[in-house]
Every structure is written in C-alpha cells, then in structure tokens.
C-alpha cells in the first residue's frame, strides 16, 4: 500500500476560522489554509484588513469570508462563531492566534498592561477555543484546534515581558488540558511556540533598533530570523489528517532558540 502523503496535507471541504488574520502569523496561516483547499473565516479587530485578506484569498480561487472581532470580548466571538456557522454550517479548524504586547520592566508594568495583554492572548484564545469547541462537541464530527502560543511561554526571555510571557505560559497549560478533556470527542488541540518570526511589526522594530536583531540571532542556532512562511508549515500540518495523531503538543518553531 502506497501512502498518499501529499493527499495527508489537504484541507479541502474543511472551514478554518483564524483569528489575528489580518496581517503576520494570522494572515500568512489564514492564506496557507486557504491554499489547501479549506474556506477561511479570517477574524481581526481591523475590518479594512481583514477583507483585504479575504479578498486575496478569493482572488486566487479560495473562499474566504472577513469578520470583525475583538476577541477580549466574549460576547464578540460568540457572535463571530454564529456568523461562521450561519455562512458554512461547520467549523473543522480553529486557529487562536491574535495577540499582542505591551512591554515594561516588570517592576513598572501597570496593572492595565497586565490585564490588557492577558485578556487578548489568553482570554481571547479561551474565549475562542471554548465556543469553537462547543460547536464541534455537537457537531460529533471532530476538530482541531491550534493555539499560537511562543518560547516564551517556555523560556525567559528579555525584559519587559512579565505579561506577555505569562499569558503563552497560560496558552500552553489550556492546550495540553482542553486535548485531555476533548479527546473523547476527537478534538485535537495542540499549539505552536515559534521564536522572533519576521511578521511587519518585528520586521520595523528591527530596522528601528540593529541591537535586536543582533540579540535574536545570538539566541537562534540557525543564525536567521524566521520568517512567517516557517510557521505556515506547522499549522497546515496541524489541521490536516498529517496530525491526526498529534494531541497536546506543544510544537516549537524556534530555529533551535530553545535547544541553546
């Protein structure tokens, strides 16, 4: 028996929601599962962008469809997963990914920096997985999920990130938890850590300041920054029949970051 292992990797009649699609990580997944074949919802905060993404994704023969979301807000993404369902009937893949960053040393970080990075990078990513979830529960069908978690909710990393670090920590706890609890309804939940990833916002940080892209490259063992595309890969793996044996896992994409 010959294994069809490029048929393994193929997304078509499946629906993926992404969320923090509008750029980065989110935009480079949502277009990569599009790219197999899947419909994609493509979920961010910023309309104008999102349906500039779906509107790409269409363009080349995908489907795709942009929705509004602030996903700190329950109530929104109970009603973004209402919209999915009312324009697909089903979601089979789920990818938490928006988050963001509010640096401060430690000792001066504010509570509201505290709370507004934990409210997006964790409870957004709970709010999502939990209503996401429900849906597949009932459905009977299964699913997978991917959290976008990072390093550094594995490792230390530089000053400023008490908040940011914590709620990745918490990303990869709810991960391997939801995978013990739903894999009776065989519901795959699994997250990527990648390290510094060349998204837009890293990409101008880098030019602004040299003496970072020198301390992420003293910190990679492939001596390069990874690029969105490094983390696409994964993902597609993740949500394909490829990882129907994969659940929480924690899948880190670092160029070797954590292996120093």
């Given at each position: 028996m010959?294994?069809?292992?490029?048929?393994?990797?193929?997304?078509?009649?499946?629906?993926?929601?992404?969320?923090?699609?509008?750029?980065?990580?989110?935009?480079?997944?949502?277009?990569?599962?599009?790219?197999?074949?899947?419909?994609?919802?493509?979920?961010?905060v910023d309309p104008g962008r999102a349906q500039m993404v779906a509107d790409g994704?269409?363009?080349?023969?995908?489907?795709?469809?942009?929705?509004?979301?602030?996903?700190?807000?329950?109530?929104?993404?109970?009603?973004?997963?209402?919209?999915?369902?009312?324009?697909?009937?089903?979601?089979?893949?789920?990818?938490?990914?928006?988050?963001?960053?509010?640096?401060?040393?430690?000792?001066?970080?504010?509570?509201?920096?505290w709370r507004r990075v934990l409210s997006v990078n964790l409870d957004g990513v709970w709010f999502f997985d939990q209503a996401v979830g429900r849906h597949m529960i009932e459905r009977g069908e299964g699913g997978r999920i991917i959290n976008m978690a990072s390093i550094g909710g594995l490792v230390g990393v530089t000053t400023g990130n008490a908040n940011y670090t914590a709620s990745k920590g918490g990303v990869i706890a709810l991960t391997r938890c939801l995978a013990v609890e739903w894999a009776e309804h065989n519901i795959l939940v699994n997250a990527i850590a990648p390290s510094h990833i060349r998204t837009p916002l890293i990409h101008e940080l880098m030019q602004e300041k040299p003496e970072v892209r020198e301390y992420?490259?003293?910190?990679?063992?492939?001596?390069?920054?990874?690029?969105?595309?490094d983390v696409v890969g994964p993902a597609?793996?993740?949500?394909?029949?490829?990882?129907?044996?994969?659940?929480?896992?924690?899948?880190?994409?670092?160029?070797?970051?954590?292996?120093?």
């Amino acid at each position: 028996m010959v294994i069809d292992v490029q048929g393994m990797f193929g997304l078509g009649e499946k629906v993926a929601v992404v969320t923090g699609a509008a750029s980065g990580l989110g935009r480079g997944i949502a277009e990569g599962l599009a790219g197999q074949g899947a419909a994609v919802v493509v979920v961010d905060v910023d309309p104008g962008r999102a349906q500039m993404v779906a509107d790409g994704i269409m363009a080349a023969g995908g489907d795709a469809i942009a929705l509004t979301c602030d996903v700190s807000k329950q109530g929104e993404v109970e009603d973004t997963v209402h919209r999915s369902l009312a324009t697909y009937g089903q979601i089979d893949v789920l990818v938490a990914n928006a988050g963001i960053g509010l640096r401060s040393p430690a000792e001066d970080m504010t509570l509201e920096q505290w709370r507004r990075v934990l409210s997006v990078n964790l409870d957004g990513v709970w709010f999502f997985d939990q209503a996401v979830g429900r849906h597949m529960i009932e459905r009977g069908e299964g699913g997978r999920i991917i959290n976008m978690a990072s390093i550094g909710g594995l490792v230390g990393v530089t000053t400023g990130n008490a908040n940011y670090t914590a709620s990745k920590g918490g990303v990869i706890a709810l991960t391997r938890c939801l995978a013990v609890e739903w894999a009776e309804h065989n519901i795959l939940v699994n997250a990527i850590a990648p390290s510094h990833i060349r998204t837009p916002l890293i990409h101008e940080l880098m030019q602004e300041k040299p003496e970072v892209r020198e301390y992420f490259l003293n910190n990679i063992a492939l001596d390069r920054i990874g690029e969105v595309r490094d983390v696409v890969g994964p993902a597609v793996f993740l949500a394909s029949e490829a990882g129907a044996f994969v659940t929480g896992h924690v899948l880190v994409v670092d160029g070797g970051h954590t292996a120093k």
